[in-house]
């Protein structure tokens, strides 16, 4: 089976990640991630849901949790995160060209 040609924006979505984490901005954002999500009650619906699914289950089978918990939380996240996080990734982006 052969994998796909890497795009030109896969290539630049490695550098700009690589660079992200050597700087340590990588972690930076995912800290404030953690914190918004955590602070709008994101992060404890979400374990709540899984828990609520694994009940359901028997037996719990943590793919299927996981599949199901992984679209569900993805679609969730409020907008003004997803905004704010959007904006401190252009904001890096475009201080790594103009440097």
Known sequence: MMSK????????????????????????????????LSEQGWSDELYHRAKERARMMDPPLFKTILEEISLHGKATVPLSVKREMTAQIRQFVKDQFEK
């Open 5 to 36: 040609p890497t795009t030109d924006a896969d290539a630049l979505y490695k550098q700009v990640h690589r660079r992200m984490v050597e700087s340590g901005e990588w972690d930076r954002i995912l800290r404030v991630l953690s914190a918004k």
